[in-house]
């Protein structure tokens, strides 16, 4: 086993992943992956922005699932991050694994959307992109430099149609219950996604007792977002964390607290997937809780976690 990463964090994603899978996975965490990005339709067209790559003697690479994703190898982030396309919000650097969530949340122009822990502000982004600036989305983040961050990543974007909340999260669902028809709720989380092989730095903030934490503040954030929903109305739970406590428990305390919502199958359209667990710590899950996803790291991809969920709309 790789010594590069923390014991214990190897110990418990051997008991998250198949076996069939593990090899991939553990050279995921070595791997350099490539700078992905969306083009903003909200800023610019396509062939436009091309230009601009031919200019700087780039051919990124286009994703298949995404009409305004690209990738392009990991050496080329500095010429993108010096780009104007870059600095000028017509490009907005993000992970493949970050661009799955509003595709299958798949927000409609003229909907009432939230996403309820928003910065930096690239899924907000996103999905205004998708709603092409119609309808109402708000936007919401306590903490203070990171709200500012995405006011700004928002106005770069052009994202007019934003309103941005300086708030905590848990207190939104039973101001504006019955709201939205969508929402996101991408929760602050322990991060493992991000923890590199050999990079000590990228887990420093990374303990059990941190998974502890973060999973008691999801489970608020999910009651609260599930209040904020219109019956009908669907939620796209997700995170970047493996940890069952951060994920599947999440899912299984909101379904138990509130029969009015359901786990809806989605259909994926990348294959380095898994169901989510049927147990964990030697109990049984609610059988519903497999409808979600667990995305495997792969050399293009991070890992991440998603739950789609609708509330019911009769009693
Ligand atoms: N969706 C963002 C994006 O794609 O750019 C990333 C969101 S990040 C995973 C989670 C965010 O939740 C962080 O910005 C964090 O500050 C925020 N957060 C922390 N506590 C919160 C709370 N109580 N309510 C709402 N957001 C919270």
Not at 164 to 176: A, F, M, P, S
Not at 223 to 250: D, M, Q, W
């Amino acid at each position: 086993m790789s010594t590069e990463l923390p014991a214990r964090f190897l110990e418990r994603l051997q008991l998250i992943i198949p076996s069939s899978q593990w090899k991939p996975v553990l050279a995921s965490f070595s791997s350099d992956r490539p700078v992905c990005f969306r083009i903003n339709p909200l800023k610019t067209i396509t062939d436009q922005v091309f230009d601009e790559f031919k200019g700087l003697g780039l051919q990124p690479e286009a994703l298949p699932w995404n009409p305004f994703g690209y990738c392009l190898p990991a050496q080329a982030r500095s010429l993108l991050t010096d780009s104007a396309m870059f600095n000028e919000g017509r490009i907005y650097i993000q992970g493949l694994s970050s661009q799955l969530a509003a595709i299958i949340l798949n927000p409609q122009p003229g909907e009432t959307t939230l996403d309820l822990a928003a910065a930096p502000g690239g899924k907000t982004l996103h999905i205004a992109a998708m709603m092409q600036n119609q309808g109402q989305l708000s936007a919401v983040e306590p903490v203070k430099n990171r709200f500012f961050k995405l006011r700004a990543n928002l106005e770069r974007g052009a994202a007019s149609m934003v309103r941005t909340y300086l708030k905590d999260g848990r207190e939104v669902g039973h101001k504006v219950p019955d709201r939205f028809d969508r929402v996101l709720l991408d929760a602050p989380c322990s991060s493992e996604a991000r923890i590199r092989a050999g990079k000590p730095e990228s887990w420093s903030h990374w303990s059990e007792k941190k998974i502890k934490e973060v999973s008691r503040k999801q489970k608020r954030l999910l009651h609260s977002a599930i209040l904020s929903l219109k019956p009908g109305g669907r939620l796209l739970y997700s995170t970047c964390s493996f940890a069952p406590e951060e994920n599947e428990l999440v899912i299984q305390a909101a379904l138990r607290k509130h029969p009015e919502m359901s786990v809806l199958s989605v259909d994926m359209p990348v294959t380095n997937i898994q169901p989510g667990l049927s147990e964990w710590s030697g109990k049984a899950l609610n059988p519903e809780v497999a409808k979600s996803v667990r995305v495997l790291p792969t050399k293009q991809m991070d890992g991440f976690f998603l739950c789609l969920l609708q509330k019911k709309t009769g009693p």
